[in-house]
């Protein structure tokens, strides 16, 4: 098994382990920026303490870092961030596999930016596949109960899945050329110093955020550390595998077979949560996946 293969495996078994905790812990005890924070300050010191033991075993030097990374990193975490609060919030909303669904249509997007921004147009069978990826979010906007409806698209649930979609988008992206400002042709090296700076830097940003917007939750995480821990690591370990499979192949092919996120976020949302998911909803994530699978195929 190529390297890349696995380590994207992972990334998505590491990440639906985190998007599990996270959504006990805004359900429970944290918001849902709080539930996000939790990723991050339990993370970065990890990551940390791993770049540099990893370094020191290899007797390396740091790489040289070139300007032009700073702007893609500040955009990556940033978009991060927002992306994560939006798929937190999306989760007192509808089940964890819709969720994670909705989650899913960064790879949709990142074709939609790129014909937006940078005059990057799609094939025919590439539009054919946005058209079945949006009959599948027409599918999933709606409750059981409720008729499908266009008007849907502008419900709540809709409006946060695909938010997080396009900030995932842009930080995948963003992430990326982060990681080809540095100076090294070791992809680990690579993925971690990046990792090790965009976690540090969202860990005081949100620390800032949420001692003046929300008061005494940055304590409720540093209660809640045996959950949130659990978060830091899951996340410092999903991260770090997507960052250094993206360093190791086209980006395409990691994000078709990222998509086994969606048989976990399945598998977690009947075995763990004990939600049901309505044929409805099902139908609706099979149209989706195979709109995303079929765009990066021909992309």
Not at 102 to 119: D, P, S
Not at 231 to 245: K, R
Not at 283 to 289: C, E, P, R, V, Y
Request: hydrophobic share 60%.
């Amino acid at each position: 098994m190529d390297l890349w293969i696995f380590v994207t495996l992972a990334a998505a078994f590491f990440q639906t382990l985190r998007f599990i905790l996270q959504k006990h812990l805004s359900a429970a005890a944290l918001s849902a920026a709080g539930a996000t924070f939790a990723r991050f300050v339990y993370s970065a010191p990890l990551v940390a303490l791993g770049v540099a033991a990893y370094l020191w075993i290899g007797d390396t030097a740091l790489p040289a870092i070139s300007a032009r990374f700073w702007p893609y990193a500040i955009a990556g975490g940033v978009s991060q961030i927002l992306a994560t609060v939006c798929v937190v919030m999306l989760f007192k909303s509808r089940n964890f596999a819709v969720g994670i669904t909705f989650k899913k249509t960064e790879v949709i997007q990142t074709v939609l930016v790129g014909l937006v921004v940078l005059g990057e147009g799609v094939s025919p069978l590439g539009f054919g596949a946005i058209l079945v990826g949006l009959i599948g979010v027409l599918v999933l906007s709606v409750t059981p109960d409720t008729a499908v409806s266009w008007r849907n698209l502008g419900n709540r649930a809709v409006a946060l899945g695909l938010t997080s979609g396009l900030f995932f988008a842009i930080s995948g992206v963003t992430y990326r050329g982060a990681t080809l400002e540095i100076a090294s042709d070791d992809p680990l090296l690579r993925a971690g110093v990046a990792l090790a700076i965009v976690t540090a830097m969202q860990t005081c940003a949100m620390a800032v955020w949420l001692g003046w917007r929300e008061p005494g939750e940055v304590a409720r995480v540093l209660r809640v550390w045996r959950i949130a821990g659990l978060v830091g690591v899951t996340s410092m370990l999903g991260s770090l595998g997507w960052f250094t499979a993206f360093t190791l192949q086209n980006a395409a092919y990691v994000n078709a077979l990222g998509q086994v996120e969606l048989v976990f976020s399945i598998l977690a949302t009947v075995f763990v949560f004990r939600e049901k998911i309505s044929s409805r909803e099902m139908l609706g994530i099979s149209f989706l996946a195979v709109s995303i699978l079929a765009l990066v195929m021909v992309a």
